[in-house]
């Protein structure tokens, strides 16, 4: 395939050092900040290596999300859904775990779940044609519904010490689940840098008609890109389904989708597609980790959490479209 990443508007960044620009200092500033103001508050249990990990794992299911949830809006699209096929792919996992007393074969088909979720969001966003923001709100509820039905709404609870080792397992005094992290971090990185598929995606984003244009097979790419999607919701859930040992229809029904929206837009992805990359996104992440684990050590109120997460995601569409109108896109 012809590298067609010069046709969008922004080409994918060079180097990593490269890429953390002025708008990733400001984040790792304002990290910086809240680490600092929350130390400050619970200075005997915020930087305990017991709450640092407790942040990590936090963070594992966002952060995956987060960072397909960034390919996705650099496309110009964007998965309301994920949430919910986070709660399906565990009901999934959970029913296929017990029906044939296999744990790999529950696993296989959670994570099939989620990839064929995100394919069905892709085909009706693409076929439809329909919305990116319609069409997944549209199937955040049907995939809701199909998980409560599989179970009348009840929790299935899964039983397998293979698939406890991942959510209580460690590695070099690392949970198992902070690797899965890094090492998701560390693909979504090479795929958008490296390769000629990743760097498309921003010119798909950036302006769709010279990306058609140049050849880019637009169809194939969008259905992909959800099932992508899809497909990391399910390893989210998986992950999710390890801690708590059951298939819980919901799980990522308190707002995920939202935060890894957030974590997004905070980290850089301009919502008009084109523009974000995996290591801003991340940092949008650990940032709202720390709001969130901050906010509970100093026993913030639930709805005042709320708000922060709201104010938070205003702030950050406040900036971004500040920036884009000062650059004149």
Do not use: H
Request: proline share 3%.
């Amino acid at each position: 395939m012809t590298d067609t990443a010069t046709a969008g508007r922004e080409r994918a960044p060079a180097s990593l050092f490269g890429r953390i620009g002025a708008q990733n200092i400001s984040l790792l500033i304002a990290l910086v900040v809240l680490l600092a103001i929350f130390g400050a508050l619970r200075p005997d249990v915020f930087f305990t290596p017991r709450n640092l990990i407790n942040i990590g794992l936090a963070v594992t299911i966002l952060g995956i999300l987060a960072m397909a949830q960034t390919v996705v809006i650099v496309s110009g699209g964007l998965d309301i859904s994920v949430g919910s096929i986070v709660g399906l792919s565990t009901m999934v996992l959970a029913v296929a775990a017990q029906e044939t007393g296999s744990i790999p074969a529950g696993i296989l088909a959670g994570l099939l779940a989620g990839l064929v979720a995100g394919a069905v969001n892709g085909l009706i966003i693409v076929y439809g044609p329909v919305n990116a923001v319609i069409a997944t709100l549209g199937t955040m509820s049907a995939f809701r519904g199909l998980a409560y039905l599989m179970n009348n709404g009840n929790s299935i609870p899964i039983t397998g010490d293979s698939l406890r080792a991942l959510g209580i397992g460690t590695l070099f005094g690392l949970p198992f689940a902070i690797w899965l992290l890094i090492a998701a971090m560390a693909a979504f990185i090479v795929f958008t840098r490296e390769t000629v598929v990743g760097r498309n995606i921003y010119a798909l984003g950036g302006n769709p008609t010279v990306a058609r244009l140049a050849g880019i097979p637009i169809r194939r790419y969008q259905i992909s890109i959800y099932a992508m999607s899809g497909f990391a919701a399910a390893v989210a859930g998986l992950v999710l389904a390890s801690r708590t040992m059951s298939g819980q229809p919901a799980s990522g029904s308190q707002g995920l989708e939202l935060e890894a929206i957030t974590a997004a837009i905070l980290g850089g992805c301009a919502l008009q597609g084109g523009k974000g990359t995996i290591v801003g996104a991340m940092l949008g992440v650990l940032i709202i980790g720390v709001l969130n684990n901050g906010m509970i050590l100093t026993s913030v109120p639930t709805f005042y959490q709320l708000l922060a997460k709201g104010a938070l995601l205003i702030l950050a569409v406040i900036v971004q479209e500040r920036q884009r109108a000062r650059s004149g896109e």
